[in-house]
């Protein structure tokens, strides 16, 4: 079983950033495919990014440009710099590891308000 704990969350004013982290531990994390998918108050979880072990990444439309998705498997550690954050980006955000398993986080709460 993995075990993922995520970090980095907070409150920060729109067009602003925040660098979400999530350490895992318990299994072999290069060979993980791992991703970032967040849930608004009301809504259901959504896909945010993903990198695949072999560092193929894939992002959903609302995130291209702004957010970016990387990964240290020397540290066992996958982030999401999250840049030009807008209200509608406010949401918990879980991280997720797969490969014949499948593991989430606890989450990170982020809000974006003036």
């Known amino acids: 079983q993995v075990q993922l704990v995520e970090s980095g969350g907070g409150l920060v004013q729109p067009g602003g950033s925040l660098r979400l982290s999530c350490a895992a531990s318990?299994?072999?994390?290069?060979?993980?495919?791992m991703g970032w998918y967040r849930q608004a108050p009301g809504k259901q979880r959504e896909l945010v990014a993903t990198i695949s072990s072999g560092g193929r990444i894939n992002y959903a439309d609302f995130v291209k440009g702004r957010f970016t998705i990387s990964r240290d498997n020397a540290k066992n550690t996958v982030y999401l710099q999250m840049n030009s954050l807008k209200s509608e980006d406010t949401a918990v955000y879980y991280c997720h590891a797969w490969g014949g398993f499948s593991s989430w986080g606890q989450g990170t709460q982020v809000t974006v308000s003036s």
């Open positions: 318990g299994s072999i994390f290069r060979f993980n495919d």
